[in-house]
């Protein structure tokens, strides 16, 4: 998808007031048919109703339904709006297209009045819906006739993404970042500039342990594997990744944790302080620093033994941590939750109040073995939980993608919440429409090419989306580059820290994919 094609098109979709000002009101002389839909994937049924339409008026307007209002399947759409509205553009017989913004397009045909409003040949087959008998009211009732395509041909769009999904990664990814001003060297520049933002965080340290085994046989009477022993790796992990990604990515992080008194804290300061960053332990001898000891075999992981005691901080400790955000200087505050003992529902309102003003907000709350809740953290500028997380948070297993994070946002009153998808990418939507194209939400679909281990794909994300943030203001752009720091860290083994080459060598492979660097 080139720029020329953006160019050529785009004058075509146009607002309700100025297609007003083009095709004047009803009646007119030179008539107008509207066809309403979706328009997901664009098929040979599509083209041939629209065909239709078009032999019937001089004008054909195409309205399509919204991202936030379409309800079929909980990923859908798979192409967001502005998309499917160059997509329909792009047809010679298509004159304007339109992006409705209500969930029902009878709004639109009040204040439009077509002189035509074309339906397909299956909603005649067997009587009126009750929606499509209110839409023929309102045309019928300012003069209007609704027009039916015939019956030879007809196709579902749904039943063309089940056979597989549309890859359009790149269309969307190109189509944001021009919406948004947003070019490859920006993006190259905003990882590679200096910064001299201070990020606190603040959360549960976990220390990830792989010992590695070959699986050399069992037991016949008893259910026991019997594995000889290779090696043993341990790495940072939980709130502790998090202050080396941004780290990483060139923030000074100061970070707040709890450790036991024992051969990890020292594992742990020691590593953080190699890194640069200035650790602000308060060590509790009656508990074990979080250790998650993972026994793997041939690649599969046989079991995994924990070694922590989940029960709340005290409170003197917990006003240990208080004293620490409230005192420390910080352009942006991380709560970085895992529920090993630091949040909970006793010290998480009295953490929060004592971040300091004027202070950017960022909260990620994990459901794995113990049971976090991202509502719990109000008002924050930046939340990031997985759909899982969100569906648990919100009780909520059956609503669309969309819907689901406009309720966590509605619940949290963040400003911005990423919600991350795994293979399927990030779905971010922002408390406020964006200036430029009225949209409050849209959707990045996965960078990852080659998955060896994605264990800390969201820390990765979490931290260069923060900064990017900082560096910026735009969601857009933290996204995106949140994305790809995420898709770097399932490309290498471990729980690491991401490093700029890393994200910039991705963003130079995915700009290359693009053509645009040809």
């Known amino acids: 998808m080139s720029a020329e094609f953006f160019e050529r098109y785009s004058h075509k979709i146009k607002t309700v007031d100025e297609l007003l000002g083009i095709v004047g009101e009803f009646p007119r002389k030179r008539k107008m048919i509207l066809c309403h839909g979706v328009f997901d994937v664009v098929h040979p049924g599509h083209v041939r109703h629209l065909a239709y339409a078009k032999t019937k008026a001089g004008t054909l307007v195409v309205s399509i339904t919204a991202d936030i209002h379409i309800s079929k399947g909980v990923y859908r759409p798979h192409i967001p709006e502005r998309l499917r509205a160059l997509n329909l553009a792009a047809f010679e017989m298509v004159d304007y297209v339109i992006v409705d913004e209500d969930a029902t397009p009878l709004n639109n045909l009040s204040r439009l009045k077509p002189d035509y409003f074309a339906k397909g040949f299956e909603y005649t087959s067997s009587g009126l819906p009750r929606a499509t008998q209110e839409e023929a009211d309102v045309v019928e009732g300012y003069g209007g006739e609704m027009i039916f395509t015939p019956g030879d041909v007809v196709y579902s769009s749904s039943k063309f993404i089940n056979l597989a999904l549309p890859q359009i990664q790149l269309e969307k990814l190109l189509l944001l970042m021009r919406t948004h001003s947003i070019s490859f060297s920006k993006l190259r520049e905003v990882v590679s500039s200096s910064t001299n933002k201070t990020v606190?965080?603040?959360?549960?340290?976990?220390?990830?342990s792989y010992t590695r085994t070959n699986l050399i046989g069992g037991q016949t009477k008893t259910p026991t594997f019997s594995?000889?022993?290779?090696?043993?790796?341990?790495?940072?992990?939980?709130?502790?990744?998090?202050?080396?990604?941004?780290?990483?990515?060139g923030a000074k992080v100061v970070f707040s944790t709890v450790l036991g008194n024992d051969r990890f804290k020292d594992f742990v300061?020691?590593?953080l302080q190699s890194s640069g960053i200035d650790v602000r332990a308060v060590v509790d001898p009656t508990r074990p620093t979080t250790n998650k000891n993972a026994i793997i075999a041939g690649g599969y992981r046989l079991l995994k033994i924990d070694t922590l005691d989940n029960r709340s901080i005290s409170e003197n400790i917990m006003e240990k941590l208080i004293d620490q955000i409230g005192k420390t200087p910080s352009d942006a505050v991380v709560f970085s939750d895992f529920r090993h003992g630091v949040f909970n529902r006793l010290t998480v309102p009295s953490l929060v109040a004592a971040i300091p003003p004027n202070t950017f907000r960022v909260a990620d709350s994990q459901v794995a073995s113990r049971w976090g809740n991202i509502t719990e953290f109000k008002g924050f500028d930046l939340i990031t939980p997985n759909e899982r997380e969100a569906r648990f948070a919100l009780a909520d297993q059956d609503s669309t993608v969309g819907n689901l994070a406009g309720g966590l946002v509605h619940e949290t009153q963040c400003g911005t919440l990423m919600m991350k998808l795994g293979e399927r990418g990030v779905f971010c939507i922002r408390e406020k429409p964006d200036e430029a194209n009225g949209s409050n939400c849209f959707s990045i679909d996965s960078f990852t090419t080659n998955v060896l281990d994605a264990v800390g794909a969201g820390d990765a994300l979490l931290a260069y989306a923060t900064v990017a943030m900082l560096k910026t203001n735009c969601e857009v752009t933290a996204c995106i580059i949140g994305s790809i720091a995420a898709a770097c860290e399932c490309e290498i083994d471990g729980n690491v820290p991401i490093k700029p080459d890393n994200v910039l060598a991705k963003i130079d492979a995915v700009e290359k994919l693009t053509g645009y660097n040809e």
Do not use: S
């Not at 606190?200 to 990830?208: C, E, F, M, R």
């Not at 594995?227 to 990515?249: K, M, N, P, S, T």
């Open 200 to 208: 606190h965080v603040v959360g549960d340290t976990i220390v990830d």
């Open 269 to 271: 300061i020691d590593g």
């Open 227 to 249: 594995v000889l022993y290779q090696g043993h790796d341990d790495y940072i992990g939980g709130a502790g990744i998090v202050a080396q990604h941004l780290r990483a990515a």
